[in-house]
């Protein structure tokens, strides 16, 4: 089968904009999930090295019937990795355990004050540049930090993957992403699945036979952003990828927008010298 998924244009790649989140699926769990999201038709997975599930991702990989030029597979450096050598390492690592030659997108997964940015960036572009990458971006970097990365960067910075989900507006870095031709991809999308319960998504949903949840994922890559939710419920799984047989109105996609609040950020900080965009 050929990818069913449409692609959002992100720097030199076009990524599929659903994929499949893995955070927090561990003891094997990423295996089984990520064998029957491909099964579903999801041609995108999500994984890092803190996540500790690589090789489970990567025993998907092997074992599923989807040709490996089909899946497009994301992982992320992890912060202690960011010095040069130490990060090309951890990228063999990460190959080894996840049986492929090379990922399709490669992350910093949160910024770090040293080593300094020129270093890693630096190391992450040679490792696009040899083929163990085929595109490089960006995790929970706000706008400025993202301009600053971009302009060292040899290479476009594909994506930049940061929480957002109805109650987060991301209104800057968003715009920011679109400046420099990159997207933003959405972690916690669902709202680590507090929008079941919205009133306001369920009511958009119900005029479309879908739930708050495909409300929700149909209003991010309506934007051009791309999604990656999580669930290791079979029936969730693919309730999560039928969001591509309706469309929401330009006023649907406002109210949606108009849920957003200040405190709606779920996740913290990992390194206190850094903000996030205020709006
Ligand atoms: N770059 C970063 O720093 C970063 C940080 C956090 C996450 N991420 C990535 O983003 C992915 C998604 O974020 P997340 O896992 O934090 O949260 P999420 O996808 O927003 O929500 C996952 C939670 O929502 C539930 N859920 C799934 N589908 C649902 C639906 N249709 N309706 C209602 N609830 C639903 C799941 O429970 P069930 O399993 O019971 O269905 C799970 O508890 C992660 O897995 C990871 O790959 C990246």
Redesign the pocket.
Known sequence: MSNPTPGVRSGDVAIPAI???????ENGVAQTVTEKALELGYRHV???QI?GNEQDVGAALAATGVPRGEIFVTT?VWIDKFAEGDLQRSVDESLRKLRVDQVDLL?L??PKPKPALAETIAALNAVKADGRARAIGL??FPSALMQEAAALSEAPLATN???Y?PYLSQKTLRATADKLGASIT????????K??DDPVLKAIGDKYGK????VT?RWQVQQGVVT??????PA?LE??FAIFDFELTDEEMARVYGLARPDGR??DWIDAAFRWDVE
């Open positions: 994929g499949l989140g893995t955070y927090q699926l999500d994984t890092a996540y992320k992350l997964h949160w995790s929970n993957q940061v929480e989900h959405a972690w916690s999308p669902l709202a680590q699945g929008v079941g739930a708050p949840g495909q994922l990656i939710p999580r669930t290791k419920n969730r309730e999560n779920i996740g």
